[in-house]
C-alpha cells in the first residue's frame, strides 16, 4: 500500500496550491479519503474529507470557502485544491485512505507534503 503526495510548496499569502495523493496497492474507490495538516507544535488536524463515489465532501470551519477535495476513482488520485492561502494553512499535508466496518479498519497514510505561506 502507497499514498504518494505532492504539490507542496512554498506560496505566497492569497496564492492556490493543488495537492495531489496517488494511490496504490488497495481499492481505492472503496476507501473514503482525507487530507489531514500538522503545524509546528500543534495536533494534526482533519482538513476535508470525500466519500467513497465523491458525492459528499466535509471540511474543516478554517477552510471552508477556499478548499476543495475531489477525487479521480480511475486515476487513484485525490486532490485538494487551496486558494486564498493564508500563513497559518502552513503545515505538513498528509493524505489518508479510511475504510471500517463494526469488525475491521484499514487505515493508510502517505509521508506528507510541506505547504509553507509566506510572503
Known amino acids: 500500500v502507497q499514498l504518494v503526495e505532492s504539490g507542496g510548496g512554498l506560496v505566497q499569502p492569497g496564492g492556490s496550491l493543488r495537492l495531489s495523493c496517488l494511490a496504490s496497492?488497495?481499492?481505492?474507490?472503496?476507501?473514503?479519503m482525507n487530507w489531514y495538516r500538522q503545524a509546528p507544535g500543534k495536533e494534526r488536524e482533519l482538513v476535508a474529507r470525500i466519500t467513497r463515489a465523491g458525492g459528499s465532501t466535509n471540511y474543516a470551519d478554517s477552510v471552508k470557502g477556499r478548499f476543495t477535495i475531489s477525487r479521480d476513482n480511475p486515476k487513484n488520485t485525490v486532490y485538494l485544491q487551496m486558494n486564498s492561502l493564508k500563513p497559518e494553512d502552513t503545515a505538513v499535508y498528509y493524505c489518508n485512505a479510511y475504510s471500517g466496518t463494526d469488525y475491521i479498519e484499514y487505515d493508510y497514510w502517505g509521508q506528507g507534503t510541506q505547504v509553507t505561506v509566506s510572503s
Open positions: 496497492g488497495f481499492t481505492f474507490s472503496s476507501y473514503e
